[in-house]
């Protein structure tokens, strides 16, 4: 009786101190970083499967700031904040807009660039390309829907797409889906296919990505309709996610993005695959 009462005091005090102990800080010499691997040009999958695009070519030389190895893995976008909290990689990249929704779930380092969406349609069909500036909308829910009204005049009793969970999600459910059928799909791809196929009347999706679908010869006849569209509506910028767990990770990614972004590495990389500089409003 005293042996056993000895040893589960043994193994209570034994419980007590390692669920006291410091958590001791992970020496990140390798994370896994998850991407979608199609959302050209942010990152796709080239010939041979190779990974390519911006947001590849950025973290490249991030990891090298930050002498860490990184190993990229493909993961669907509508399973990628549960694959990370679940541990089946360290990072997020996949041109993701904070939002005060997903900070409840996820943390994010330095926004590293920031972009607008806009409508694409068959050319002619709906309402004419906007020529002027990017219609910037803040939050304030009535002062969007007056800027909109146009928009929502052409697509009533339209059928729209849009990626399953993106930014843009939760505008399209506030502003169009009273007026038209919003049809969700787990991809953007999977969306402009239908949309070159007929089966939808138009897309919403980021203009980088719209830019990259009318390059290619099999986009002819498809076209931007109406303006396009940015702001605080949409978030404060694209940055990578992490578990809130790992903010020494965090830390480290964000002192490489902010050096990346003064030395002007990550413009270069912004002109090269968007030809534009989405790094002049952060």
């Given at each position: 009786?005293?042996?056993?009462?000895?040893?589960?005091?043994?193994?209570?005090?034994?419980?007590?101190?390692?669920?006291?102990?410091?958590?001791?800080?992970?020496?990140?010499?390798?994370?896994?970083?998850?991407?979608?691997?199609?959302?050209?040009?942010?990152?796709?999958?080239?010939?041979?499967?190779?990974?390519?695009?911006?947001?590849?070519?950025?973290?490249?030389?991030?990891?090298?700031?930050?002498?860490?190895?990184?190993?990229?893995?493909?993961?669907?976008?509508?399973?990628?904040?549960?694959?990370?909290?679940?541990?089946?990689?360290?990072?997020?990249?996949?041109?993701?807009?904070?939002?005060?929704?997903?900070?409840?779930?996820?943390?994010?380092?330095?926004?590293?660039?920031?972009?607008?969406?806009?409508?694409?349609?068959?050319?002619?069909?709906?309402?004419?390309?906007?020529?002027?500036?990017?219609?910037?909308?803040?939050?304030?829910?009535?002062?969007?829907?007056a800027a909109i009204e146009p928009?929502?005049?052409?697509?009533?009793?339209?059928?729209?797409?849009?990626?399953?969970?993106?930014?843009?999600?939760?505008?399209?459910?506030?502003?169009?889906?009273?007026?038209?059928?919003?049809?969700?799909?787990?991809?953007?791809?999977?969306?402009?296919?239908?949309?070159?196929?007929?089966?939808?009347?138009?897309?919403?999706?980021?203009?980088?990505?719209?830019?990259?679908?009318?390059?290619?010869?099999?986009?002819?006849?498809?076209?931007?309709?109406g303006p396009k569209i940015g702001?605080?509506?949409?978030?404060?910028?694209?940055?990578?996610?992490?578990?809130?767990?790992?903010?020494?990770?965090?830390?480290?990614?964000?002192?490489?993005?902010?050096?990346?972004?003064?030395?002007?590495?990550?413009?270069?990389?912004?002109?090269?695959?968007?030809?534009?500089?989405?790094?002049?409003?952060?």
């Amino acid at each position: 009786m005293k042996t056993s009462h000895l040893l589960s005091a043994s193994l209570l005090a034994l419980g007590f101190l390692t669920s006291t102990a410091p958590v001791q800080a992970k020496d990140w010499k390798s994370v896994t970083i998850a991407t979608e691997g199609a959302y050209d040009p942010w990152n796709l999958t080239l010939p041979g499967g190779k990974l390519g695009g911006f947001e590849v070519e950025m973290v490249e030389d991030l990891c090298k700031r930050m002498q860490i190895t990184c190993k990229l893995v493909v993961q669907n976008w509508d399973g990628m904040i549960a694959g990370l909290k679940a541990g089946k990689y360290d990072v997020m990249m996949d041109s993701i807009v904070i939002t005060d929704e997903r900070k409840k779930e996820i943390a994010f380092s330095v926004p590293y660039a920031s972009t607008s969406a806009s409508f694409v349609a068959a050319s002619g069909k709906l309402l004419p390309e906007a020529k002027g500036p990017t219609m910037k909308l803040g939050t304030d829910p009535k002062a969007v829907r007056a800027a909109i009204e146009p928009l929502r005049a052409a697509l009533k009793g339209k059928t729209i797409g849009i990626a399953s969970g993106t930014v843009y999600t939760a505008f399209m459910d506030a502003h169009f889906k009273d007026i038209a059928t919003v049809r969700e799909y787990s991809a953007s791809a999977d969306t402009m296919l239908d949309l070159k196929a007929g089966r939808i009347d138009a897309a919403f999706d980021d203009v980088t990505l719209i830019n990259s679908i009318l390059e290619k010869p099999d986009s002819k006849g498809l076209a931007y309709t109406g303006p396009k569209i940015g702001g605080l509506v949409f978030g404060e910028g694209e940055a990578l996610g992490f578990r809130k767990a790992d903010g020494d990770l965090k830390a480290k990614f964000d002192v490489a993005i902010k050096a990346a972004l003064a030395d002007g590495t990550v413009k270069k990389l912004s002109l090269k695959w968007f030809k534009t500089d989405l790094t002049g409003t952060l």
